[in-house]
């Protein structure tokens, strides 16, 4: 075995622990600890409804459609895996250009530039060349992704021997490994070349700075069998190995603490990746593997998704295959229905762990200038891009969110003081008072805000952050985000204004605002923000309560609330109304779904009675005016709401809406399972959020949760009916549940807590009340009685 | 003079051909001895060789250093000739290709003789164009020139230059009274062949080539074609003399026409002449040869309605293969290899355009892959889409062995899996696969072949089936049960099954075939019937489910019926299938055959 790394000392690694032992405000990229090992290295892969498979690599171009996504919740790369070109697009959550953004354009609102707010880039670009197996001149080539174990792989001929590579993001290793092997005496020959994409030269390593001051940095090596490898300038050169691996690691010198200017000065982020490559490459890939296998698998494990047998004729058919046959057969397809769901939770646990949160397209992008910088959209996105999380069994997943309002929120809070009341802010408050913090549409890594205000966001932000309370009741959670929720509602306390209804009564509305994206700017009462801000006084008061602070402040937003206009229903359109008007000041069939954020993700809208009829018809009514044809978000919370008021049939057609195949850039699934967003005509981009939000709209439809009530199998669509389960499924009130049905009719369902003692378990119309201790469970039978 | 082809030189050439082990290829009219049927010797297969046009054209670095165009000299084309010899002869290549421009200077003024024929520019072919000749045949290679159509206007002289053998007879009466001009470029007056000095003229250009020892002749700038059309740009007389001309002297020189021929002259350009442009030209006139999009990828369009025009004594000629250097080239590895296929398969003539003196290894293995070279000059058919000319696309001919030729194609910008059904080629079960380019046995598949291709990529299979035939069930489109939507009707067609057909199928318009019944669930290969006089997209679906929308090639004309195979999701029992024109136009739909089993 040679290494084509040179030896760095020893000490570096440990200088590097101690300077960032700081238990605040970690890097995201900072010295491991010494990974576990895990003893038994067997998994079976490789034949499960769980390993999508492909018969085509990405090319250059379409890595964003094409590429296959790994990623240890830090680092991420999309791999082309092409059998003479294999290509790493390779970023790191924390790969971000600009900053505060701190000063406001003419209009009151902010700028919203790569340089000025910022955008996600790429980090690196890593290619392996193996000339001789040109795809032209190899044969049987077959792709797999292991959702189980949590990799890429590739297999094809050439003249007889067959060749195999595996491409995995190591958390425990923290870095991403490449392994090429063979059988039938072949043997490797080629280059590797790492590259920066922000014009670094290739090297070997590199580390640079950008003019935001954050650095970054990137190393590789590589290492085989029976060959030799050596450094020849910039590039790794193999020849006639058996074997090979190749690890790449990089990051940057990103710390999430506003107070320490979002950065760790003492952090050389290349010295760190070459130690990390180095360390890593003192084991065999098959320990690598393993040893993140172990890992992946314990954090993937913890959720199981059954939706019935598919046929053997779809078994048969390769992923984008099975894609478009779902499409064109109209025949369900279950096995591929309940693999997306994985799809998004292996997404979920390859992007989301110890760092930031992922934006609009995660750790995955193919070039430096993302639409909408892949930044944090606060009106939409990033709270769908963690509905699925606790759904799904990854709640961990959820603390990159969590963390991240926690660690922006002195800056959000800072700029909302010195700006939102700026006379030019045609959003700013009548009252002439400012509390609290909000956001803007976008937000980005340095406590920055981006485009305009978004005034309700940080309802909707907090709100977010309760619901995992609601599904965890972990208190340490709670303690963190009670800061959020406080000063959300000092913000609306000092922006509510009061008005006078036609009938005289006296109401709290909303200052001049924008439904999100459509209708006039200035708006005022509405019904999106009346609903998240009526949603947040509710959860501050729980959390106020649960956490026994401030309840003399609790009780002055309880009696705001009382306060607060509800909407009503158009007596022209019999819409629920989206502004103070009867009238449709807006697109009919718009994406955003903003003044039924009460249907879900809140639920004070529910068809069980205890909501006005007039109210839930209404919201109904708005919900079938928006349409079905939508795209990827838009039709995943469509799907969401149709769940909530138990309509099956459409719930299921919005899921296999965005099933549909996306062609040439139309809206829909691409060949790797993104979802994809027709921005124009022929031009689709990747927008990761319907990639969770359509696995959240599958769960909602097998079960509803909130504190107290569980209902199963709200909307179970036929084509699931026959038999299935859902196992680990987060439920509101500090439950799991593990639930089996069959021929529509639960079988049995187990009610776990993980902190919750008391619920009501609802079915078809009848309701048992169990009890069950933390950590306990209970297994309900025979609900068909 | 014929007889000036070294007898030598001619034996050496067939030994070497031999012992390669090429036992197959017999360079057509070397071994056919100058006899009348010469026309269908001269092309027998379609030719190879080199052509003057790619670099001349190109302004790729250091091509042209004395201006656009100069690149053609009689230094570069012996360089040419001797490269020719030395590496690719072999393999079948023997001709070189003088095109455009020997006639001319740099600054593109013309020499002609004292009888207004096109005559060497001595800056140019100091040596002239016989020794040029001369210089090829001494290569044991076969000599090609190139003249424009009609009398070009700068050899008019006001009409007063005498034509050669032909006493009385001027440049005035040659062609019409009013000067009208004609061919691609308007570079010359059109000839006027009801004026008996006419032919003389075409007689003279004939002998003068004839004597230098020429064996091919490409006529350029022909119409209907080139552009142009209408009876200002007819030039079917110009052909029609030339290959009176070239029969009467007797002396076998192949006829090509150029370019981009009229599809409804395509039975002249097939009494006439041994090949026909069936495209514009192939070059980019940029910094290289050639380019994907510019315009190598149009000929996957433009071929198929030709096919079956071709076969011994006249092929389609797609242009220069220009694969032979990737940097000078323009494109990928992956694009060469579909050019090189595309033209294999499609018979057309394989001359490449490259500097032989600098093709590089890729380039080598693509021009002298033996496998590959045979596809082009068996005796087999060329090969057309099988299915439509989508993004991926298969192109098949059976051969008279009964295995099948079979091209993958992967147009897009972006890698995919093509696959081709064993029944889209008439038969089910299994069938051994060869891989040409690699000259790999693949093994035995089983109702389907896929494999993994590049963005605009290939593979080039033999397939030897060792299945039974398939068994289609066939509903006509006119059939009463169907359903048609907005303006779609029935229409007589005289070349369609049951003489009818659905047409109209545009901005709506709908056929619905009903009743179309299945065993099994699955997907089936679904053969189309259809007339489309230019290339047409159609989205189809079965039983109301989610289309996918299709391209048909062209069949040429609205008289001509074509197929391709669509694949189509059935449920066991009755199933719909419908052809919607959505917001374009659509094919004229004949009749669809529905395979007895699915794939």
Redesign the interface.
């Known amino acids: 075995m040679s290494s084509a790394l040179p030896d760095l000392p020893r000490r570096n690694l440990l200088a590097l622990a101690a300077a960032t032992g700081a238990l605040a405000g970690l890097p995201a990229f900072t010295a491991s600890a010494a990974p576990q090992r895990p003893a038994n290295t067997s998994y079976d892969s490789g034949t499960s409804p769980n390993t999508l498979w492909?018969?085509?690599?990405?090319?250059d171009?379409?890595m964003i459609?094409?590429g296959l996504p790994v990623g240890n919740g830090r680092l991420g790369a999309l791999a082309s895996n092409?059998p003479g070109h294999e290509v790493l697009l390779i970023t790191d959550a924390t790969i971000w250009t600009g900053g505060l953004n701190g000063t406001l354009d003419s209009d009151g609102q902010f700028p919203y530039g790569r340089a000025d707010f910022g955008s996600l880039t790429l980090l690196a670009r890593l290619t392996v060349d193996i000339p001789d197996h040109?795809?032209?001149?190899?044969?049987?080539?077959r792709r797999t992704l292991d959702l189980d174990r949590g990799v890429v792989g590739a297999s094809?001929v050439r003249?007889g021997v067959t060749y195999k590579r595996e491409v995995f993001s190591s958390s425990p290793d923290d870095a991403i490994v490449l392994h090429f092997s063979q059988s039938g005496g072949g043997r490797y020959t080629g280059s590797v070349t790492l590259e920066g994409t922000h014009g670094e030269a290739a090297a070997l390593s590199f580390g640079a700075q950008f003019a935001n001051g954050l650095k970054y940095g990137a190393a590789v090596t590589a290492y085989g069998s029976g060959g030799q490898v050596t450094v020849n300038g910039a590039h790794i050169e193999f020849s006639g190995c058996k074997d090979l691996t190749v690890v790449v690691s990089g990051g940057s010198n990103y710390a999430p603490d506003a107070a320490r200017g979002f950065r760790d000065p003492k952090l050389d982020p290349q010295k760190l990746a070459r130690t990390k490559v180095r360390a890593a490459a003192q084991h065999s890939a098959a320990t690598l593997l393993s040893t993140h296998v172990a890992d992946f698998r314990a954090a993937f494990g913890t959720f199981a998704l059954s939706l019935g047998t598919s046929?053997d004729?779809q078994r048969a058919l390769?992923t984008?295959?099975r894609i478009?046959?779902r499409?064109?057969?109209?025949?369900p397809d279950p096995e591929l229905e309940a693999a997306y769901v994985q799809f998004g939770r292996y997404l979920m646990v390859s992007g989301s762990r110890g760092s930031l949160p992922m934006g609009l397209q995660g750790l995955w992008l193919d070039g430096n200038d993302p639409d909408w910088m892949g930044d944090y959209h606060t009106d939409i996105n990033i709270q769908m891009n963690y509905w699925m999380a606790d759904r799904a069994g990854l709640s961990s997943s959820f603390d990159a969110f969590t963390d991240y309002c926690v660690d922006q929120l002195s800056s959000w809070t800072d700029l909302t003081h010195r700006l939102f009341q700026d006379s030019r802010n045609r959003f700013r408050n009548t009252s002439g008072k400012v509390a609290g913090w909000t956001v803007a549409f976008s937000t980005n890594p340095y406590g920055g805000l981006g485009w305009w205000w978004h005034p309700a966001g940080n309802a909707w932000l907090s709100n977010s952050l309760w619901e995992h309370y609601e599904f965890t009741h972990s208190r340490t959670h709670l303690e963190k985000i009670y800061p959020l929720l406080k000063g959300a509602c000092e913000f609306w306390q000092a922006r509510l204004i009061t008005t006078t209804l036609d009938n005289g009564k006296e109401v709290l509305v909303a200052d001049h605002d924008w439904s999100p994206e459509q209708g006039p700017q200035d708006g005022r009462g509405n019904t999106y923000a009346q609903e998240v801000v009526w949603t947040l006084f509710g959860n501050y008061a729980a959390a106020s309560a649960e956490l026994k602070r401030d309840s003399g402040f609790a009780n002055t937003i309880s009696g705001l609330r009382r306060r607060l206009y509800l909407p009503e229903v158009s007596p022209t359109s019999g819409w629920l109304e989206e502004w103070m008007s009867p009238d449709n000041l807006g697109e009919t069939t718009h994406r955003h779904l903003s003044p039924l954020i009460n249907l879900f993700p809140g639920d004070r809208i529910r068809p069980d009675g205890s909501t006005p009829k007039d109210i839930v018809d209404g919201a109904t009514a708005l919900l079938t005016a928006r349409g079905m044809n939508s795209f990827g978000w838009a039709n995943a919370w469509r799907s969401l709401c149709w769940a909530r008021l138990k309509n099956a049939d459409n719930a299921y057609q919005l899921v296999v809406n965005n099933l549909?195949p996306s062609e040439n850039g139309s809206n829909g699934t691409a060949f790797n399972l993104f979802d994809i967003y027709e921005v124009e005509q022929g031009r689709g981009i990747f927008q990761i959020e319907a990639n969770f939000g359509t696995p959240a709209a599958v769960t909602e439809m097998l079960l509803y949760s909130r504190p107290g009530f569980l209902e199963l199998l709200p909307a179970l669509p036929d084509a699931w009916a026959e038999s299935g389960s859902i196992t680990g499924a987060g439920a509101r009130g500090g439950f799991v549940v593990d639930l089996r049905w069959k021929n529509g009719k639960p079988t049995e369902a187990k009610i776990r807590s993980v902190g919750g003692r008391t619920t009501t378990v609802a079915y078809g119309g009848r309701t048992r009340t169990v009890t069950v201790k933390p950590g306990g469970s209970v297994t309900l039978k025979d609900f068909a009685r | 003079m014929y007889s000036l082809t070294p007898v030598r030189a001619l034996r050496a050439m067939v030994v070497l051909a031999l012992t390669a082990g090429f036992a197959t290829y017999l360079p057509a009219a070397e071994a056919a001895t100058p006899t009348a049927d010469t026309a269908t010797a001269v092309a027998a297969k379609p030719y190879m060789g080199w052509s003057s046009w790619s670099m001349q054209s190109s302004k790729y670095p250091g091509l042209n250093p004395d201006g656009d165009y100069s690149y053609l000299t009689e230094a570069n084309v012996t360089k040419q000739t001797d490269a020719l010899a030395s590496k690719l002869k072999k393999y079948g290549y023997d001709h070189i290709n003088i095109d455009a421009g020997w006639w001319r200077d740099n600054s593109w003024t013309p020499e002609y003789d004292q009888y207004g024929r096109q005559a060497a520019d001595p800056k140019r072919f100091p040596s002239g164009m016989k020794a040029v000749a001369d210089r090829i045949h001494s290569k044991g290679l076969k000599a090609g020139i190139y003249l424009p159509a009609g009398l070009e206007k700068e050899a008019y002289n006001s009409g007063k230059t005498p034509i050669w053998n032909a006493e009385g007879c001027t440049t005035a009466d040659v062609v019409h009274s009013d000067l009208r001009t004609t061919n691609g470029w308007d570079s010359s007056y059109k000839l006027d062949f009801s004026r008996p000095c006419t032919q003389k003229y075409i007689d003279s250009q004939a002998q003068l080539i004839a004597d230098w020892g020429y064996d091919y002749l490409k006529l350029d700038g022909v119409g209907p074609g080139s552009g142009k059309s209408g009876d200002q740009y007819d030039n079917v007389a110009d052909v029609a003399a030339w290959n009176k001309a070239i029969t009467a002297i007797g002396r076998p020189i192949h006829l090509e026409l150029s370019w981009s021929l009229d599809y409804g002259h395509a039975a002249d350009w097939k009494k006439y002449s041994n090949g026909w442009r069936i495209d514009t030209d192939v070059e980019c006139y940029c910094n290289t040869l050639v380019t994907w999009e510019n315009s190598v990828d149009d000929r996957w369009d433009d071929t198929p309605a030709w096919t079956s025009l071709a076969g011994p004594g006249g092929w389609n000629d797609l242009d220069s293969l220009d694969v032979g250097n990737g940097a000078m080239d323009g494109l990928t590895k992956a694009e060469r290899q579909s050019y090189a296929t595309l033209w294999a398969v499609a018979k057309s003539p394989l001359f490449t355009g490259d500097d032989l003196t600098k093709l590089d290894d890729y380039g080598v293995s693509l021009l002298t892959n033996r496998e590959v070279i045979a596809v082009d000059q068996s005796d087999a058919p060329p090969a057309r889409p099988v299915t439509p000319s989508d993004a991926q696309q298969v192109w098949a001919a059976k051969n008279p062995n009964g295995t099948y030729t079979v091209a993958l194609f992967n147009l897009s910008d972006a890698p995919a899996a093509v696959s081709a059904n064993w029944t889209t080629l008439g038969f089910t079960g299994k069938a051994a696969v060869r891989d040409l380019w690699n000259h790999e046995d693949l093994g035995t598949y089983t109702n389907k072949v896929t494999q993994a291709l590049p963005a605009h990529g290939s593979r080039l299979f033999t397939v030897t089936p060792r299945g039974s035939a398939v068994t289609l069930t066939g509903y006509e489109a006119e059939a009463a049960t169907n359903t048609l939507s907005g303006n779609a009707n029935i229409a007589d067609c005289s070349a369609c099954s049951g003489g009818k057909k659905v047409g109209n199928l545009y901005v709506g318009g709908k056929l619905t075939v009903n009743n179309v019944v299945a065993a099994k669930a699955g997907t089936y290969q679904v053969k189309i019937a259809y007339v489309s006089g230019d290339s047409r997209s159609v989205s189809v679906s079965s039983n109301g489910n989610g289309a996918t929308s299709h391209k048909f090639p062209s069949t040429g004309d609205w008289g001509t019926v074509g197929t391709v195979s669509v694949p189509v999701t059935l449920k066991a029992g009755a199933n719909t299938i419908t052809f919607d024109s959505g917001s374009g136009y659509a094919p004229d739909i004949d009749r669809i055959d529905v395979p007895n089993s699915s794939s």
Do not use: F, I
């Not at chain 1, 499409?327 to 025949?331: A, C």
């Open positions: 492909w018969q085509a690599p990405a090319g171009t379409s459609e094409q092409d040109d795809l032209g001149a190899v044969n049987g080539y094809y003249s046929s004729d390769d984008w295959e478009q046959a499409h064109t057969s109209g025949d549909r």
